[in-house]
């Protein structure tokens, strides 16, 4: 029997579904696991340089959830999503918090900068779900760009984004829940005074909202996708009620007197916070599984989903900021307060009935987002192997969604939104970053054609690149009001790095079906500009991030490094064995034809 038979057969005897969690060998005993500790060292070394390959994510890993997810979905679908993952609580809460905390009338600026960012992150992702188009997304991508490592750190943040953007939408739920009824959110929050203060609003709506979108999530996507784009049109004509209701009560002055009281760092410090109002669009990318022409109809529906939602989020900061002073907007509830401080106090329900359908929306489509990046993970045995499994009744990976949205809801039920909010946008800006060198490292490096040379001129512009960048972030964060000295130096060094990669290294890989335009310009302003949005954010916020790291690590040298070690060997076992039956049967040909 084949090592991969005999794992297969392990995953039926001991997987979890009727034993153990983990099915590997390393696992099978305690004296198998502390064998498998002992080597810690060599098997980090081999899955550091290791990479996986096209075909295996798209074909031998997807075989082992069993059943195939449904192609059902075209760009109208994708582009609905697309619409349905971003318009929500970033645009209906944030914009009144970092209005008036952070930038004021200029926060339409930091809408502009996050949508840039966002734009060159969805070209990046764009090329990546058409080569390969599997549920794993940035994970699948980044494991065969930049190995197993990496990926999985890349994993346990893309893990981490999903839970938090779900928690802060459900949050946010709960509060504009209250204003269509007249309450304060604390209303119908538990208050546990035991707790630490930004933990302490225990909220149980957030709960049930999330347990309702798991079971829908998991009866269909196309259902979801049917439920999603209807209640996107009744938003989108929320959206246009507060546009024009909005302009009728505009005060040119209160745009104009004082735009940008908190001058620069205020706007860009704004744009990292509100770059959370742009999340959301990497779950489409997931779907590339269940797409009918992925060529055709991912780039059509990424591209345009981020292009709406940039003008859309850039004309509704203006107007909330004509509506009032920025001084006095309300940082829960901007939109419905602005509403009532100017004669409309019946606008506000409309405000929060829109808000709410937003929000359902965003929560929606990240549970489908989500269960199919996890999906991906456990597949390659990164994640338990059982949360892998596709129900062949429903077409969707039941496991997953409810693992992730269980884990959801528990930072829901007891996390304040600021935190929240905070916290995912460095992950989410630290996993599109890698997405970008991601692609870099695709177009110019093929493992056993790339010369040597070729090899390192690639790795030496691409480490320029970062760490120029980090260089103008850094600097930026730490050292407000320093000179431009500083930034010329950097900013001139990244772009040496990105000229010299233009000029002086041919491109090893052309894409088959659709590239990303300006390579490499455009993956490497986007490598710049989301490390400098990462310079903007408060430390606090990156301590919690560290010490997020930090457990993943510890996670990955006790139990995933091991976990997918034997994982590899598995499929270099099969692919073995696959190599010998295909030469026998050559030779019985032969000999028949003799």
């Known amino acids: 029997m084949a090592y991969g038979e005999a794992a297969d057969v392990g995953v039926r005897r001991r997987g979890?579904?009727?034993?153990?969690?983990?099915?590997?060998?390393?696992?099978?005993?305690?004296?198998?696991?502390?064998?498998?500790?002992?080597?810690?060292?060599?098997?980090?070394?081999?899955?550091?340089?290791?990479?996986?390959?096209?075909?295996?994510?798209?074909?031998?890993?997807?075989?082992?959830?069993?059943?195939?997810?449904?192609?059902?979905?075209?760009?109208?679908?994708?582009?609905?999503?697309?619409?349905?993952?971003?318009?929500?609580?970033?645009?209906f809460?944030?914009?009144?918090?970092?209005?008036?905390?952070?930038?004021?009338?200029?926060?339409?600026?930091?809408?502009?900068?996050s949508g840039v960012s966002?734009?060159?992150?969805?070209?990046?992702?764009?090329?990546?779900?058409?080569?390969?188009?599997?549920?794993?997304?940035?994970?699948?991508?980044?494991?065969?760009?930049?190995?197993?490592?990496?990926?999985?750190?890349?994993?346990?943040?893309?893990?981490?984004?999903?839970c938090i953007g779900g928690a802060a939408v459900a949050r946010a739920w709960t509060s504009y829940f209250a204003t269509l009824l007249n309450h304060h959110p604390n209303d119908f929050r538990i208050h546990a005074t035991s707790l630490a203060e930004d933990y302490s609003r225990l909220d149980p709506i957030a709960v049930v909202v999330i347990t309702l979108i798991c079971i829908f999530a998991v009866i269909s996507t196309k259902g979801s996708s049917r439920f999603n784009y209807v209640l996107s049109i009744v938003h989108f004509a929320v959206i246009i009620f507060i546009i024009g209701a909005g302009l009728s009560k505009a005060k040119l002055s209160n745009l104009t007197d004082d735009f940008a009281p908190f001058g620069a760092h205020g706007i860009f410090a704004a744009s990292a916070v509100l770059f959370f109002a742009y999340i959301g669009f990497d779950a489409v990318s997931t779907m590339a599984e269940e797409t009918k022409n992925p060529a055709k109809d991912i780039p059509i529906g990424l591209v345009s989903a981020m292009a709406v939602t940039t003008v859309v989020y850039c004309v509704l900061a203006v107007?909330?900021?004509?509506?009032?002073?920025?001084?006095?907007?309300?940082?829960?509830?901007?939109?419905?307060?602005?509403?009532?401080?100017?004669?409309?106090?019946?606008?506000?329900?409309?405000?929060?009935f829109g808000a709410l359908k937003g929000m359902t929306t965003v929560l929606l489509v990240n549970s489908v987002g989500q269960a199919r990046y996890l999906t991906h993970i456990a597949r390659a045995h990164m994640a338990p192997p059982c949360l892998a499994v596709v129900s062949p009744r429903w077409g969707t990976p039941v496991r997953a969604t409810v693992a992730m949205l269980t884990a959801t809801a528990c930072i829901a039920f007891f996390t304040d939104l600021g935190i929240l909010s905070n916290l995912l946008s460095i992950s989410t800006l630290f996993i599109f970053m890698l997405v970008a060198v991601a692609l870099l490292v695709r177009r110019y490096y093929v493992s056993g054609e790339t010369t040597?040379?070729?090899?390192?001129?690639?790795?030496?512009?691409?480490?320029?690149?970062?760490?120029?960048?980090?260089?103008?972030?850094?600097?930026?964060?730490?050292?407000a009001g320093g000179g431009w000295v500083v930034y010329a130096v950097t900013v001139l060094a990244w772009f040496a790095a990105t000229l010299y990669l233009q000029l002086a290294v041919p491109k090893a890989r052309v894409p088959e079906k659709w590239g990303v335009p300006l390579v490499p310009w455009l993956p490497s302003a986007s490598i710049f500009i989301n490390i400098f949005l990462l310079g903007s954010i408060d430390g606090k916020s990156f301590m919690r991030f560290t010490i997020w790291t930090v457990a993943l690590l510890a996670y990955y040298f006790f139990v995933g490094l091991h976990a997918s070690y034997d994982t590899a060997k598995a499929l270099a076992a099969e692919a073995a064995v696959a190599k010998v039956e295909e030469g026998g049967r050559k030779n019985v040909t032969a000999e028949a034809g003799n």
């Open 452 to 479: 040597n040379s070729n090899r390192t001129k690639v790795v030496s512009c691409v480490v320029v690149i970062l760490v120029s960048s980090i260089a103008t972030a850094s600097y930026w964060g730490l050292a």
């Open 319 to 352: 107007t909330l900021c004509l509506i009032q002073p920025y001084q006095y907007i309300d940082a829960d509830a901007p939109f419905s307060v602005a509403f009532t401080a100017v004669g409309m106090d019946w606008a506000k329900y409309i405000v929060a």
């Open 118 to 162: 966002a734009m060159l992150s969805v070209f990046c992702y764009t090329e990546f779900a058409i080569e390969i188009p599997v549920a794993g997304g940035s994970f699948a991508y980044l494991r065969v760009e930049l190995g197993d490592f990496m990926a999985f750190i890349a994993a346990g943040n893309i893990l981490l984004e999903y």
């Open 93 to 113: 809460v944030l914009t009144g918090q970092e209005a008036k905390e952070a930038a004021g009338p200029a926060v339409v600026l930091s809408y502009a900068v």
């Open 16 to 91: 979890c579904c009727g034993g153990d969690v983990f099915p590997e060998p390393s696992f099978a005993s305690w004296g198998a696991y502390g064998r498998a500790l002992l080597e810690t060292g060599p098997r980090l070394k081999d899955r550091l340089t290791a990479r996986s390959h096209a075909d295996v994510e798209v074909h031998d890993l997807r075989g082992r959830s069993g059943a195939e997810m449904r192609r059902e979905l075209n760009w109208w679908d994708l582009a609905w999503f697309g619409v349905g993952a971003v318009i929500g609580a970033g645009i």
